[in-house]
């Protein structure tokens, strides 16, 4: 199931060609035939304004206070966390994982003179989340320098709304029911080939998966 929170998000996405039909290994490691490419819509600036300026007007009437800094995860949350500052006119920061690649990813660190003051108000800010793994992860990092969050949001809530929330927390568009465990996901048991998106496809491993590089 898909729905939008009024303002025709899940057509744009159609339109931009962001939201994407097939047999995908999302970063959470479930299997979905959705994927959700927002870069392909937040390319487009007037896009990204628009859709900054409809989340903002979600979730401002559900914080206590306007944020002092909208903070994001890199790297699909920067220009989305960067349109949504603009919209509060606070500053916009990200957090990012540095380290060499491997089979464990990095922590979340907040780099390149980046800081939160203790006690300073602040929105979390992602593109997609599924299992909101990366997102709590920034929420951590942030609250760790005693900075305050007072909410949390996303282009597409991925959980179907199912997300069990301490923050207010907002999104534009949410789909349900398009994600599973590898072990019983019927696109596997029908043999269909497995994409993993967000880097170039070229390569095939055994298992018949096309792997990125």
Do not use: N
């Amino acid at each position: 199931m898909m729905r939008d929170s009024g303002g025709g998000w899940l057509g744009r996405l159609r339109a931009r060609e962001a939201l994407l039909e097939g047999h995908f290994r999302l970063s959470s490691g479930l299997h979905s035939p959705h994927y959700v490419q927002c870069a392909r819509l937040l390319q487009h600036p007037e896009d990204a304004e628009a859709a900054a300026q409809a989340l903002a007007a979600r979730l401002a009437p559900l914080l206590p206070e306007p944020p002092a800094v909208v903070l994001s995860p890199a790297l699909g949350g920067i220009v989305l966390g960067h349109e949504l500052a603009r919209v509060w006119g606070c500053r916009a920061i990200f957090a990012e994982r540095a380290g060499q690649p491997s089979s464990q990813p990095a922590a979340l660190t907040l780099r390149r003179g980046f800081a939160l003051a203790a006690g300073e108000p602040f929105v979390a800010v992602e593109d997609v989340v599924t299992t909101a793994g990366s997102l709590r992860e920034l929420l951590a990092v942030a609250i760790a320098t005693g900075a305050r969050p007072i909410g949390a949001a996303a282009l597409v809530d991925r959980a179907g709304g199912a997300l069990a929330w301490e923050l207010p927390f907002a999104a534009l568009v949410t789909l349900s029911g398009v994600q599973c465990e590898p072990a019983i996901c019927p696109q596997c048991a029908a043999g269909v080939l497995l994409e993993r998106p967000g880097s170039r496809v070229d390569v095939t491993d055994r298992e018949g998966t096309k792997q990125g590089r």
